[in-house]
């Protein structure tokens, strides 16, 4: 997979990863199926992603999955990025990961420490004027998923 970067009038930079990044290696291991997270749709489509949770309880907590882009207009693509509310206070974005592929690209995002409760954002991204459309959030909390099946 091909890595791209797309930076535009100081609001963000998207980065493609072709596998796991160097921190995320440290990460827990995805044991919880959230499902999909789908943004809404417009009209050329929506972006959809398959989501996958580590323990709450892990020191790095990670987000997973395969991202979609279900958009038919060339250029429009798939995006997912997660907001990390931390145990400790405060909280933290993970580097947005984007996918213009409508047969899936992988993506993981990792903590900087323990959470309680992750957003997990997924939005249709035009490249072309760099901007997000049809957002969705997911919010999930330690407490929704304490006693899911492993």
Same mark, same amino acid.
């Given at each position: 997979m091909k890595k791209r970067t797309v930076i535009g009038a100081g609001l963000f930079a998207l980065v493609l990863a072709g596998g796991s990044?160097?921190?995320?290696?440290?990460?827990?291991?995805p044991v919880h199926h959230w499902g999909p997270v789908q943004s809404t749709a417009g009209h050329g489509g929506y972006a959809k992603a398959d989501v996958w949770l580590s323990d709450f309880d892990s020191e790095r907590f990670t987000v997973s999955?395969?991202?979609? *882009?279900? *958009?038919r207009h060339s250029g429009h693509c798939g995006y997912v990025r997660a907001r990390f509310h931390y145990v400790s206070g405060g909280t933290g974005w993970a580097q947005g990961r984007y996918t213009c592929s409508s047969r899936g690209g992988t993506f993981r995002?990792?903590?900087d420490g323990e959470v309680d409760r992750v957003d !997990?954002?997924?939005?249709?991204?035009?490249?072309?004027?760099?901007?997000? &459309?049809?957002? &969705?959030? *997911? !919010?999930?909390?330690?407490?929704?998923?304490?006693?899911?099946p492993q």
């Open positions: 990044a160097g921190t995320a290696n440290a990460a827990a291991a999955g395969t991202l979609y *882009d279900r *958009d995002l990792s903590s !997990v954002r997924v939005c249709v991204l035009n490249r072309k004027r760099n901007t997000l &459309h049809n957002c &969705h959030t *997911d !919010v999930i909390k330690a407490s929704t998923v304490a006693n899911w």
